[in-house]
């Protein structure tokens, strides 16, 4: 494809030259997993490549959990029909360790690491270096040290557990699975309990190990903008069953996971990947004039106060069209790049007129937007205008 003379590549990112198109690590196929009462998975299919990040989504209780458990020898062969193939060999484990020496390590939500054990003594717990009966604690330190380098840790092997804070330990629980020589890391809700800065710095050090390393990641996630960042691909559990799988661009549109979450108060935004909650009841009582982001701040603070108004006049491919439409009474819109008809502006006016008070968050005016500023000098000889 070609647009003013720039050639545009149509073929996908991993398979052009340069890129690494990874060799398929795990297939599950036709899992089913059932309790007593309940069929937690129904013939559930996926297969992931070395070198990805696949992020599991869904309700609580769908079954994340269960397959992930599955994977990794928590439930064991003979408890779930179906086939676990893992680097071209149909396993099955009868309990983790089984899994861990074919080079698949689980991370529960629930950190298993002990507090008043060094770092180093957490990490080859069960798999101590040396002989038996003799531990040689220099090359148990030296090795988790290495690991402890890989995922960022500035800290010695011999600090204890309990003098590090839960994302470091999330991280040591990372380096504790390379020690384990992991292929494919599966992380449930390993963001859960971290802040801001610590999730940012463990998805990092996550897409690291990918692209360096080559590590195969398949983890659980609530926070749907972190998936959609993070993610190559998104497998979406519904009800018992994987219903749909795909890109992030594939997957998050409002209208897909308004389904898959049963969303019937507020909405998705999936330019943002955020939520919004619900537009205000009532009868409006503020026109915001916006665009450029900048009515954004607005809106949700009208919202949390409950007040209904009405935003205008906006071009639907502004930044802040969409959170408008979700919190807003109504919308005024012009389409993309056409400057503001008088048909437009006309009924902005009006509507103002029934307004108490006009709230103006620009203080430029283009040539598309140019009709706005006959509304602020409205506003003005009116006595309702209110700038932010």
Request: charged share 25%; net charge negative; aromatic share 6%.
């Amino acid at each position: 494809m070609s647009t003013g003379g720039i050639l545009i590549p149509l073929v996908p990112l991993k398979e052009k030259e340069g890129f690494r198109l990874g060799k398929v690590l795990l297939e599950m196929k036709n899992i089913t997993k059932t309790f007593p009462g309940v069929k937690a998975l129904d013939n559930v299919n996926l297969k992931v490549e070395e070198g990805e990040i696949h992020a599991l989504v869904g309700e609580n209780g769908a079954g994340k959990s269960t397959l992930m458990n599955v994977l990794s020898g928590v439930y064991t062969y003979g408890t779930y029909e179906g086939d676990i193939i893992y680097d071209g060999e149909v396993c099955k484990f009868n309990k983790i360790k089984d899994s861990e020496e074919k080079g698949i390590v689980i991370i529960h939500q629930e950190l298993a690491l002990i507090p008043y054990m060094t770092i180093g003594e957490n990490m080859y717990l069960g798999n101590e270096r040396g002989k038996s009966f003799s531990i040689n604690w220099n090359e148990t330190y030296g090795e988790a040290d290495k690991y402890l380098k890989i995922v960022g840790l500035e800290e010695s092997s011999r600090t204890l557990i309990k003098d590090i804070g839960v994302g470091k330990q999330q991280l040591v629980e990372i380096a504790k699975a390379l020690a384990k020589h992991a292929k494919l890391l599966i992380l449930d809700e390993p963001t859960s309990f971290l802040d801001i800065r610590h999730k940012l710095e463990l998805l990092s050090i996550l897409k690291k190990m990918v692209l360096e390393h080559h590590t195969a990641v398949l983890m659980s996630l609530h926070e749907l903008d972190l998936a959609q960042k993070i993610s190559d691909y998104v497998i979406c559990v519904h009800g018992d069953r994987i219903e749909k799988y795909g890109t992030p661009e594939e997957i998050f549109t409002s209208e897909y996971i308004h389904h898959l979450y049963g969303i019937t108060t507020g909405s998705y935004n999936a330019s943002f990947g955020c939520l919004e909650m619900g537009a205000p009841a009532g009868k409006p009582q503020v026109f915001v004039i916006g665009g450029n982001g900048k009515g954004i701040p607005v809106y949700r603070k009208l919202q949390r106060a409950g007040i209904p108004f009405i935003a205008g006049v906006i071009h639907s491919n502004d930044l802040d069209y969409d959170v408008a439409k979700a919190l807003a009474a109504e919308v005024i819109s012009e389409e993309p790049f056409e400057a503001v008809t008088e048909e437009h502006l006309e009924k902005a006016e009006k509507m103002m007129d029934d307004c108490a008070e006009v709230i103006c968050c620009v203080d430029k005016f283009g040539t598309m937007n140019a009709a706005n500023r006959r509304l602020v000098e409205k506003a003005k000889r009116d006595g309702k205008l209110k700038t932010e």
